[in-house]
């Protein structure tokens, strides 16, 4: 590893990263003993998210300072928390952070890789960058880690971990009333009796709002194409499947008027039907006729036309 341009000796190196790894990479080891052998002092800032066991951020400060301390028991280590959206905050925290450590006549150097914090830094100290041999990024090597289950009782401890320090989730999920010409459309799974209304959770990948989530939806499960969406309540349901777990789904219901489309049961719907459905919430389904979870999604639909009103354009094709 090679640095830009040469400098001169520093009382103090600093290097701020991630280290997102399960283990140091050797990149990360070849710039700490780089840093160590310019330096008379060696700081390792870690950075740490306000989210919990991510995707992006899997690993607490704790297990990442206790993994660059088994290799380099002489430095010191410390943490700097994220500041979203302010790198001259972020900056000014991390000037602090240093002076901590620093005595008053004490040099300092800030040292990054290629895609570091340095283009963000606009604090008071003077950096420099690592020109990096190609190595396996981290985000390559989490992604590979994550295909890999361990025998271990370690490995098991580690999962374990992870599931009581992460926070609760609300998983998002949408629902639809399809409506067409007073009738409404309902849908049935395979191995099961009671019938549901078209939806499903959000794909934070593919939808950019709700709406665009309800769209997919329906087009994925029924081939229809709605339009003219309306929203008439958000709801905790009660899914079997979270029951026991602290995670829960949060859906938003929505009535949506048909356009057009070959109606055909797809993903994982196996039958679909219209029912009879009148603008003044009188039909011909009983929520009990509904899976569990989506017998209080009709309730507020028959609420929302009787008493909040709903037109008979929305139904009209």
């Known amino acids: ?72 028991p002489t430095t010191t280590i410390a943490y700097i928390k994220d500041v979203p959206d302010n790198d001259e905050l972020w900056s000014r925290n991390l000037d602090s952070i240093i002076n901590d450590f620093r005595g008053p006549n004490h040099s300092v150097m800030l040292y990054g890789g290629r895609d570091s914090f340095i283009g963000r830094y606009h604090g008071g100290f003077n950096t420099r960058k690592f020109l990096e041999k190609p190595c396996q990024s981290a985000t390559q090597l989490r992604k590979e880690t994550g295909l890999r289950e361990l025998p271990t009782a370690h490995f098991r401890a580690g999962v374990t971990w992870a599931a009581q320090n992460r926070f609760a989730t609300s998983y998002q999920t949408v629902d639809i009333a399809v409506l067409k010409d007073e009738e409404l459309l309902i849908g049935r799974k395979e191995n099961e009796i009671k019938w549901r209304f078209p939806g499903g959770f959000v794909d934070p990948q593919k939808d950019d709002s709700l709406e665009a989530a309800c769209k997919r939806e329906v087009n994925e499960e029924t081939c229809a194409e709605i339009d003219d969406l309306r929203y008439v309540c958000s709801l905790r349901i009660n899914d079997g499947r979270y029951s026991r777990e602290e995670d829960k789904i949060m859906t938003a219901f929505y009535t949506a008027k048909y356009i057009f489309g070959d109606i055909q049961p797809r993903d994982d719907l196996d039958e679909l039907k219209w029912v009879r459905f009148l603008p003044s919430g009188n039909t011909d389904i009983l929520p009990g006729d509904l899976i569990p979870s989506h017998e209080d999604l009709l309730r507020e639909l028959i609420h929302h036309c009787r008493e909040k009103g709903i037109s008979k354009e929305e139904f009209t094709v």
Not at 16 to 41: C, E
């Open 1 to 72: 590893m090679n640095m830009e341009p040469e400098e001169e000796l520093s009382d103090i190196g600093v290097i701020v990263g991630r280290f997102q790894t399960p283990y140091l990479t050797d990149a990360h080891r070849d710039m700490m003993h780089t840093v160590l052998g310019k330096t008379g002092r060696l700081l390792i800032i870690v950075g740490v998210a306000h989210t919990r066991v991510t995707m992006n951020n899997p690993l607490s400060y704790e297990s990442r300072r206790q993994m660059i301390f088994n290799e380099f």
